[in-house]
């Protein structure tokens, strides 16, 4: 009896050393960072996010105008580096991405119709290549008379 309380209190005092080791473990840094773009009706590069829109979606989901435009961009990563580190200028969506990446473009028509897409980085099992991949879609119609077109 006296020898099985011994070996529980040895297995008790190693289950809580192997705990307070696991706990004193360096955590991995993992950041979300997103990044947030609102382009002018007229700017330049509103437009050159909705022409890379109208290229990545089905004509049936193409840009209906140009509007107010938001971009916004978010991605996860590991250690101390940003992956979101490229020289994109804002608003403008790259040819590549980081797995998991994402885009959100919003269009908003002097009318009040409103657009939005999503768009996800997916990478092959590969590793190799990939491609942008829209993954969701929102349409609301404008309700002002004076400037529906």
């Known amino acids: 009896m006296k020898q099985l309380i011994h070996r529980t209190l040895l297995l008790s005092v190693g289950v809580a050393c192997l705990a307070s080791t696991s706990a004193w473990a360096a955590p991995q ?4 960072a997103v990044t947030n773009d609102e382009l002018a ?6 437009r050159d996010v909705l022409t890379w829109v109208g290229r990545h ?7 209906l105008g140009a509007g107010t435009v938001h971009v916004e961009r978010s ?3 590991s250690g101390a580096v940003s992956r ?5 200028p804002p608003g403008k969506l790259p040819d590549s991405g980081y ?4 885009y959100k473009v919003e269009n908003t028509l002097p009318d009040g119709t409103y657009q939005s897409w999503e768009f996800r980085w997916v990478e092959p099992s590969s590793g190799h290549g990939g491609g942008w991949e829209m993954t969701g879609y ?6 002002d008379p004076v400037e529906i077109q």
């Open 84 to 88: 979101m580190s490229d020289p994109s």
């Open 75 to 77: 991605a996860f990563s």
């Open 99 to 102: 797995p998991g990446e994402q």
């Open 57 to 63: 979606v089905r004509p049936s989901f193409a840009p």
């Open 41 to 46: 009706l007229h700017q330049p590069e509103a």
């Open 138 to 143: 929102q349409f609301k119609r404008g309700n």
């Open 29 to 32: 840094r993992v950041t979300y």
